[in-house]
């Protein structure tokens, strides 16, 4: 069982940043591939970028590339989402995944063996 709790969404103006994290529970954490989602007002969640148990592998939506980063800690059980350059567009619920098979999460898939709650992003214009 693995437990995830993201942090670090809040409000900025276009053009700024924010670092989202998520701290994860269990021992089974650095086997698990991770990845952020989003779900703006009145759209369906999307993928945003995953990267792979061991780091070496990272995958971002079109929309996010060169603006965001996505990493890993293993030893602190903890992803993290690096944003810049932010857009209001980008405001939304960002959500927190864990799968066993990144292909999951790179395949428009929405069904993931954990998620977390959520954490709000909003980037004011």
């Known amino acids: 069982q693995v437990q995830l709790v993201e942090s670090g969404g809040g409000l900025v103006q276009a053009g700024g940043s924010l670092r989202l994290s998520c701290a994860a529970s269990g021992r089974t954490f650095s086997s698990y591939a991770m990845g952020w989602f989003r779900q703006a007002p009145g759209k369906e969640r999307e993928f945003v970028a995953a990267?792979?148990?061991?780091?070496?592998?990272?995958y971002y939506a079109d929309s996010v590339k060169g603006r965001f980063t996505i990493s890993r800690d293993n030893a602190k059980n903890t992803v993290y989402l690096e944003m810049n350059s932010l857009k209001p567009e980008d405001t939304a619920v960002y959500y927190c995944?864990?799968?066993?098979?990144?292909?999951?999460?790179?395949?428009?898939?929405?069904?993931?063996?954990?998620w977390g709650k959520g954490t709000l992003v909003t980037v004011s214009s």
């Open positions: 995944a864990a799968d066993a098979h990144i292909a999951t999460m790179t395949g428009g898939f929405d069904v993931m063996d954990y």
């Open positions: 990267i792979s148990w061991n780091g070496g592998s990272t």
